[in-house]
């Protein structure tokens, strides 16, 4: 069945860090792919994604393109702050249908930035 | 907008008892909500699919008679956890479908002594 399957965490940068969370997927068919982030106490947040190959998801400094030839959708931000810290937690849908229907999550990277 | 609140946001209850968990939309209408498991450092695990007005889907491998889902109302789900036992304690998610969008609530954590 289709999968994710996330780098494990907990990952501890400096501030101003270059921040990558790695991020593969097994599914058929052309699944959309997403990435949430989780603050203490919060539900979970939409971040970005991207519907088909190529795309590239990107919000508030955070960037991740759907790779279909590696299926991958790695995470990245070229300088993190301390307020970025956070469970980051990859997922996808089946098949392009949007992120209304059933998602499939990834176990969550735990970020934490020092200042 | 788009907010999702749960209540309560943490339980504990007695082996053996059952506990009710409420999953609302607060500023929209939602004719579907997903309830979600997760156990400590791992990920998110579907367990049904609640429609409004309907009987809820449940994803292989979850009780159904365990794991009770009501959805009464476009902004109300509630997921009834009956003769909760220890290896039910967990954290319960639930989302909510809105204008091609799903949003999270907070979560509840449940803990069964």
């Known amino acids: 069945g289709d ?3 996330q780098m494990e965490g907990p990952v501890t940068l400096s501030e101003e860090a270059f921040l990558t969370i ?7 068919g052309y699944p959309s792919l997403f990435w949430y982030v989780q603050y203490p106490g919060e ?11 190529d795309d590239k998801g990107s919000n508030k400094g955070f960037e991740a393109t759907y790779r279909k030839e590696t299926t991958s959708f790695h995470l990245e931000k070229g300088s993190v702050q301390v307020s970025d810290s956070a469970v980051y937690f990859c997922a996808l849908t089946p098949n392009g249908s949007g992120n209304t229907g059933k998602l499939i999550f990834g176990q969550g990277t735990t970020l934490q930035v020092k200042p | 907008g788009a907010v999702v ?36 450092k791992q990920s998110l695990m579907l367990m049904a699919t609640s429609n409004e007005g309907s009987k809820a889907t449940y994803e292989q491998g979850v009780e159904k008679d365990k794991f ?12 009834t956890v009956t003769s909760a036992h220890p290896e ?26």
């Open chain 1, 3 to 5: 999968s994710v399957t």
């Open chain 1, 22 to 28: 790695n991020c593969t997927y097994t599914a058929t």
């Open chain 1, 43 to 53: 539900g979970l947040q939409l971040l970005l994604k991207a519907t088909k190959a």
């Open chain 2, 5 to 40: 609140s749960q209540h309560p946001s943490w339980v504990i209850c007695k082996s053996g008892t059952s506990v009710k968990i409420e999953c609302r939309s607060l500023d929209f209408q939602a004719t579907t909500m997903f309830w979600y498991r997760q156990f400590p």
């Open chain 2, 68 to 79: 009770l889902i009501n959805h009464a109302s476009l902004t109300l789900s509630t997921l």
């Open chain 2, 88 to 113: 039910d304690s967990s954290f319960y998610i639930c989302s909510a479908s809105s204008r091609g969008e799903q949003f999270f609530g907070p979560g509840t954590r449940l803990t069964v002594l």
